[in-house]
């Protein structure tokens, strides 16, 4: 697929201790724990370890030794390259079991939100362009009408909210996959933020892909510029939810041990696409879900609440699609429809598209067509729910056969028998249990 992706701007890395905008106390107390639960002695290992250049580090472990916290150890370690050893002075530990019992977290120093809201400005989703040849390579194994293209593309583009709404097994889920797909582009997503002095984690792997590393050329003569390793470069995001959606899991999360913050998942969807698959299938009512978004979904900034009970806003740049089987007037009322941008209806095929889906199922499946098959389909048994197609019924009827072939020992050849077989398992006929 001949795709350009948007180059997005890297953060740069810090050159001073003035340049990380961080309270000097937290920084300071980030290294002493880093050196205490790592066991660390030289700068290179510790600059790796908090994710600063080493400049920086250096600075850091100056000021602490100049605080009586770290002393140098007097010997060069010769596995390092002669690199001065350091470790913990008595005061030192004491102090870094205290800002243990403060918080457990250590390694990678936090971004300040301020600094993280400009480079979710630089990389935002509104930015990424996806021409309709993108959309449709993505959307390649999917049999889509030309229609459904032209309202999916400009609503992708804009990077707002999406509902798309429609009767199950149409590929709604499918459909948003697709559009993550068709989005090629890579962005930096933060190991922490700081915010009030709190560090709130947002890089999360089962979240997060992180893009391969290119590795230096040792023998270049100058060192690519690297970014702020503060970040993790990764794919643009995308957190999918379904009927476990509950309106806490948009909080913070406090972890009470570590006494540290988690991001909740639309901020850890930040510059990618939030999926609130199932709609109407939660315990929370959608109006309650969606009127928790209207805020972002205006504004691009959510409000996040701190245990003090602090509030302070944090950018909100994601792509919310919501995906339903009602009938968005069942559940929505007009003003939480208003400020959903893109309405879009996923119907079931018709039959031409069906057929389609079909023969493509089949070939990938290598189940061979027969025409009284495919007759006995379209005459006898779809007749009897009114002809209505859904996306999901190709792979499932030749699923089926595919599986009573494996079981009776015959070639994959489809026959009306083999049809009547798999129908029977696709819909269950209404008749009462005697208990």
Partial sequence: MNMQPTTVLAPPPPRTIEEMQLPIVMMRDILLKTIFRKNISEVSELAKAVCLPRQVTQELV????????LEATGTLNANSGGEMGYQLTDVGKARALDALAQSEYFGAMPVPLSSYAAQVKRQSIRNVQITRDQLTGAMGHLVLPDSLLDHLGPAVGAGRSI????????????ISNGIRDAMGDKIFVPRAIEYSGQVITVYDPIVHSAAEEQQDDP??????????????????PTVITGGELTLDMLDLVYNPTARTYQAPLQLKSTGGIFIVDDLGRQKEPPQSLVNRWIVPLEENKDILALQSGEKFEVPFDTL?????????NEIFDQAALRRIFFKIKIDGPNQEDYLKIFAMVARKRKMELDEAAL???LKVKYPTIDNVYAN???IF????????????????KMSPELVERAWANMFVKEEAIIH
């Fill in 62 to 69: 100056d000021m602490a030794r100049e605080q009586r916290l």
């Fill in 163 to 174: 509902l798309m709404y429609g009767p199950p097994g149409n590929g709604k889920s499918s």
């Fill in 219 to 236: 023998n270049a003569l100058r060192r690519r510029t690297t970014f702020d390793t503060r970040y993790v470069k990764c794919e643009r």
């Fill in 320 to 328: 919310v699609i919501f995906s339903t089987n009602f009938h968005p």
């Fill in 375 to 377: 007759v006995h389909l």
């Fill in 392 to 394: 999901y019924q190709p």
């Fill in 397 to 412: 009827l030749i699923d089926q056969m595919i599986s009573i072939c494996n079981f009776e020992g015959i070639p994959y």
